[in-house]
């Protein structure tokens, strides 16, 4: 029974070590990126004791049995070593997720979770960022190299006589009994307690601050839980069908009293072009762009990546839950987006995007939508400008992109993603030293995709299909290096520029200071062509007297309409707040304005019934 009594102490002592490392790995997720929270409070430190306890209860489960399970073939040297080794590169991988996240986080703006790590078309995007990442932020390699050695080292063994002892009857019930125990101990601890339901990633909200969740969770937890759950909505009840349709109803009937104009449609997705990288001296071109088009100032992102962009704005459906819906199950559902609607009026249809083929699973999606054609950088042909890492720089794909589009036969309906400006922002060696470096590292590459936009208007201007076309411009997301405070609130991380152009209307110019986002530009397009349909939409046409915008991250939903903003988990409000005169979002007015707060709820609840129910029950088309 000695040997057994070592046994206990020795997993206690390796499961709370592997507790410390994780609060070590929380503290340097702070400090590494401290301007993106509020302060690291004791409430934050004791949240994130909790979601340790859970995510190390359930990766280490196997090894309390294995600890503890009755018989003496556990204390052979060779079992030992066994069990040593096993636990320290099962718990390695998982710390190195935290590790991971504390670069990457920068990027999504949550904790990254199971559909992320192993979304179709993402293999070939992680291993392009691992060596740009290591030589850009070899500092935190080189602390997980430190810590994994003294991992190794601090991990205590079991000393003292292991010579085994005849195992007694008695002794094997004690010791079923007391490994009983430890497992439902850590199954307690694994859900978080003992309240009716297990913590979920949401709860991280109840621990501070709306901005500090990512740092209250840690990243094992958040791969288990949607590891275990991985389609992570559930239908609500919040109303009967008949009240939901009155309060929210995605179903949007367009009745045009003129015929189709027929005009082509070029939609071009701009990576991280973000408001934090406009107007700031990197987008002379934009900018001046803006200026002859139909530009929607308060323009938001329904994403925080770039999977997040392509089916809320080709499909008008954002990704309301903690996996990207292009990465879950629900991906093959039914869809009718921009491609089948304009294919039906007929529009050939094509999608393009320079990185490699099946980067971020774009060209199965582009299937799924209803593309004619795909073209990645397997189709491109001409001058050689293959960037290293993702595929062919912004200016030559443009080049290419141009030209396809003249042997189109019209009307046309396409698409394009540049990509030149995602990390590691590599430009092209005879344009380095042309640009403005800006106030962050992404600004130069910004300027060169800017530059890249320039050169493919003053190509496009010379073809005949030019005056014909309606020029759809939207980032995709901001970027991770906002550096004014109203970049970092979770107004700031969404903001965008969307802008209609059209090179033969004149009418369409101006200033559209309605709130306007991702999910709306389908609606608008097709409302603007004078195109009759019946669809379902989670956005509003640009004609709509609607003010709503909708987008979710970590747990939270996001409703601004008007000039409020409500942050809304775990079927409550969380914050209230008159962003646009509130803009660093200081002043909650949750316990304020009841009113207006109800009035809110209800219609993000309505939202998020409609939503959840359609997605899982296959009906986003009609």
Do not use: C
Request: charged share 20%.
């Amino acid at each position: 029974m000695n040997n057994y009594k070592k046994s206990i102490a020795l997993f206690l002592k390796r499961f709370i070590l592997i507790i410390l490392i994780y609060q070590l790995t929380r503290i340097l997720f702070y400090l590494i990126n401290f301007k993106l929270f509020d302060s690291f409070t004791f409430q934050t430190f004791a949240g994130g004791l909790i979601f340790d306890f859970a995510a190390v209860s359930y990766i280490n489960i196997v090894f309390l049995v294995a600890h503890l399970i009755p018989g003496n073939f556990k204390y052979t040297n060779k079992y030992q070593y066994i069990l040593k080794i096993s636990f320290y590169l099962i718990n390695l991988l998982f710390i190195a997720t935290n590790f991971i996240d504390i670069i990457y986080y920068r990027f999504t703006g949550r904790r990254s979770t199971f559909g992320m790590i192993t979304a179709k078309g993402m293999e070939r995007e992680a291993i392009g960022l691992i060596p740009s990442f290591l030589q850009e932020f070899w500092y935190i390699a080189v602390v997980f190299i430190i810590l994994s050695i003294l991992l190794w080292k601090m991990i205590p063994d079991l000393n003292g006589n292991l010579l085994p002892n005849k195992l007694a009857k008695k002794d094997y019930y004690i010791k079923t009994a007391l490994l009983t125990i430890g497992i439902t101990l850590l199954l307690i601890l694994g859900r978080g307690g003992l309240q009716k339901k297990p913590i979920k990633i949401v709860d991280g909200i109840k621990y501070g601050a709306i901005t500090n969740t990512p740092l209250v969770l840690n990243t094992p937890f958040t791969i288990i839980k949607t590891f275990i759950k991985k389609d992570d909505i559930e239908k609500v009840n919040y109303f009967d069908s008949k009240e939901l349709k009155t309060i929210y109803n995605p179903i949007i009937s367009l009745r045009p009293t003129t015929t189709p104009n027929k005009r082509n449609v070029v939609i071009l997705i701009l990576e991280s072009f973000g408001n934090e990288n406009v107007g700031r001296g990197q987008t002379p071109f934009l900018d001046s762009l803006i200026t002859k088009s139909y530009y929607f100032k308060n323009g938001f992102a329904n994403g925080k990546v770039s999977i997040d962009a392509v089916p809320s704005i080709l499909s008008s459906i954002p990704s309301l839950m903690n996996n990207s819906f292009i990465s879950s199950s629900y991906s093959v559902n039914k869809i009718n987006g921009l491609p089948k609607i304009l294919k039906k009026e007929g529009y050939s249809t094509s999608f393009f995007h320079g990185a490699f083929n099946g980067s971020q699973n774009f060209d199965q999606y582009a299937k799924v939508a209803g593309f004619d054609q795909y073209y990645g950088k397997d189709q491109y042909t001409g001058p050689e400008a293959f960037d290293g890492k993702w595929g062919i720089f912004d200016e030559e794909f443009l080049q290419f992109f141009s030209s396809k589009l003249s042997s189109f036969q019209e009307p046309f309906f396409s698409s394009l993603f540049t990509i030149s400006s995602h990390n590691p922002y590599t430009i092209p060696k005879k344009y380095i030293g042309k640009f403005p470096k800006g106030t962050t590292r992404i600004q130069e590459s910004i300027a060169y995709t800017d530059y890249a936009l320039r050169k493919f208007f003053e190509t496009a201007k010379k073809q005949k299909w030019y005056k014909n076309t309606l020029f759809v411009i939207s980032s995709d997301h901001t970027s991770s290096e906002g550096d004014r405070n109203t970049d970092k609130t979770n107004i700031g991380k969404f903001r965008i520029p969307i802008l209609f152009f059209d090179p033969s209307n004149s009418n369409l110019v101006g200033i559209n200071e309605k709130n306007f986002q991702q999910i709306d530009i389908m609606p608008s397009i097709l409302d603007y062509l004078n195109i009759k349909a019946e669809i379902v939409s989670f956005g509003k046409s640009y004609k709509s007297k609607d003010d709503f915008v909708v987008y979710y991250l970590g747990g939270t939903y996001h409703y601004i309409n008007d000039d409020y903003y409500l942050a809304f988990a775990n079927n409550q409000t969380i914050g209230f707040y008159k962003w646009k005169e509130d803009t660093l979002l200081k002043n909650n007015l949750m316990n304020q304005n009841s009113f207006k707060v109800k009035e809110a709820e209800k219609f993000i609840k309505a939202y998020i019934q409609s939503f959840n129910e359609r997605v899982i029950n296959n009906q986003l088309t009609l």
